[in-house]
């Protein structure tokens, strides 16, 4: 697939360049073309490597890291959901000393995409990311979209992610089926589970729970 791709799109930039003064009509669906460029190879990536997990082709490689050294990337990552959805991404509790012992890349796809679904499914104009250890060995990673605690629209939405079925959840909130798929192929390999962390009672925040060990 990627072949004929690379042809279209090598094509679309020969034009670009071959241009001398575009126009404003002619800059706008360039920027658009590429954008859609970039989605495109971001699904092809996502499908490439959900293929690869399901058949035990990759091995995963531990490593010790500190979750606030992940921040940037996460930013940059998640800058286009969160843009085109009118939020900010911000940061609740976050640990400094938080160290994990995982494979830096695929612990980075999983924590991305769960911000990723809960911009979505937000309707806030924040979202908050916390993350901290949480039941001795564990960590918590978590996010909620109002100062005082989780929405409850977001609250519920999540708690689709890992219940309902992928149609469900593409017709609920246009999340892709394949990806979805990975998302629950890296929580399974990451031990981890979901949860609604409470205090007094009350939902604070939504949160995933791991070891942070990936196996093989």
Sequence with gaps: ???????????????????????????????????????????????????????????????????????????TTTERTARSNNLELTYGKISSSLKLTTDKHHFSILVTQFIKYAMQISDESKLYLSAYSYEDDKCLISVKDRREGVSSKLMEGLEEI???????LRKNFGFSRITTKLFRKL?????????????????????IIL???FRN
């Design 211 to 213: 070891s942070c060990c």
């Design 162 to 168: 890992f219940t309902k079925d992928e149609d469900a």
């Design 1 to 75: 697939m990627l072949t004929p791709i690379n042809v279209i799109l090598g094509f679309i930039q020969e034009i670009n360049d071959s241009i001398d003064k575009p126009t404003e009509d002619q800059k706008e669906a360039i920027d658009i073309i590429k954008e859609n460029q970039k989605l495109l190879l971001q699904s092809m990536d996502t499908a490439a490597e959900y293929s690869a997990l399901e058949d035990n082709k990759i091995k995963f490689k531990p490593e010790e890291i500190f979750f606030v050294d992940l921040l940037e990337e996460i930013q």
């Design 187 to 207: 929580i399974v390999f990451s031990n981890a589970r979901n949860e609604i962390i409470t205090r007094d009672g009350k939902p604070i925040e939504y949160g």
